[in-house]
C-alpha cells in the first residue's frame, strides 16, 4: 500500500528566508509523488510532479523538491519566502487501488510566512 | 478555460435533507473523483469514475451516492445528511487514471454545513 507521512502540521518562516516542508513516502513500487498547494478558501494547484524522471524537480512559483529514494523523501523547498506563499501544502502519492491509480494525501502542512 | 466547476460554493443542510453537489469538467478528462477535506485528515476519496457509465467507491463512500451519465458531469448525492457529513467537498478531474504520473484539475471546492 502507498501512503504519505507530512512531519510537520506547521512551519512558521521569516519573509526572505528558506522553506522546507518535509515529506516521507511508502510505496510498493516506484511511485509517482506530487506537491499541491492550497490557498485560503480556494481548490488545490499542482505546485510539481515527480514522474520517474530527474530526481531534482522544479516547479511553479520557485518551489522544488527532491526525490531521495534511499531516504523515501520528497521535501518541497524555497530558497526564499514570499508573504504569498502562506497557504496549505499537501504531499500526494499516487497509489494503484483495484484496476487504476489514486491519489493519496498526507494530513497538510500549513506554512506561516512572517514580515 | 473553465476546468472543473462545482456548485454551489456553500450550502447549509438539516439533518436528514438530501441534496447534490454539482460538479462538471470541460477538458475531456476521463477520470473524476470526490474527496472531502476534514481538518488534519488531508483529503480522503469518496467515490470516483474511470468513465461515463463507470463508477466505484473510494476510501470514505457511506452515505454518499454518485452517477456518471456523460463524460463531463459527475454529480455527488448525499442521501439523508448527517453532522459528520460536514465538510468542505472537492471534485477533482485527470486525463486518465491508468498511468500513475497524471495529475488532477481540481475545482474551487462545496463548503457544506449539516445542522
Not at chain 1, 511511485?31 to 530527474?54: C, D, E, I, R
Request: aromatic share 12%; proline share 4%.
Amino acid at each position: 500500500a502507498q501512503s504519505v507521512t507530512q512531519l510537520d502540521s506547521h512551519v512558521s518562516v521569516s519573509e526572505g528566508t528558506p522553506v522546507l516542508l518535509r515529506c516521507n513516502y511508502s510505496s510498493s513500487y516506484s511511485p509517482s509523488l506530487f506537491w499541491y498547494v492550497q490557498h485560503p478558501n480556494k481548490g488545490l494547484q499542482l505546485l510539481l510532479k515527480y514522474t520517474s524522471a530527474a530526481t531534482l524537480v522544479k516547479g511553479i512559483n520557485g518551489f522544488e523538491a527532491e526525490f531521495k529514494k534511499s531516504e523515501t523523501s520528497f521535501h518541497l523547498t524555497k530558497p526564499s519566502a514570499h508573504m504569498s506563499d502562506a497557504a496549505e501544502y499537501f504531499c500526494v502519492v499516487s497509489g494503484r487501488m483495484d484496476s487504476s491509480y489514486k491519489l493519496i494525501f498526507g494530513s497538510g502542512t500549513r506554512l506561516l510566512v512572517r514580515p | 478555460n473553465a476546468g472543473v466547476t462545482q456548485t454551489p460554493k456553500f450550502q447549509v443542510l438539516k439533518t436528514g435533507q438530501s441534496m447534490t453537489l454539482q460538479c462538471a469538467q470541460d477538458m475531456n478528462h476521463e477520470y473524476m473523483s470526490w474527496y472531502r477535506q476534514d481538518p488534519g485528515m488531508g483529503l480522503r476519496l469518496i467515490h470516483y469514475s474511470v468513465g461515463a457509465g463507470i463508477t466505484d467507491q473510494g476510501e470514505v463512500p457511506n452515505g454518499y451516492n454518485v452517477s456518471r451519465s456523460t463524460t463531463e458531469d459527475f454529480p455527488l448525492r448525499l442521501l439523508s445528511a448527517a453532522p459528520s457529513q460536514t465538510s468542505v467537498y472537492f471534485c477533482a478531474s485527470s486525463y486518465s487514471s491508468l498511468k500513475r504520473g497524471y495529475g488532477y484539475t481540481f475545482g474551487s471546492g462545496t463548503r457544506l454545513t449539516v445542522v
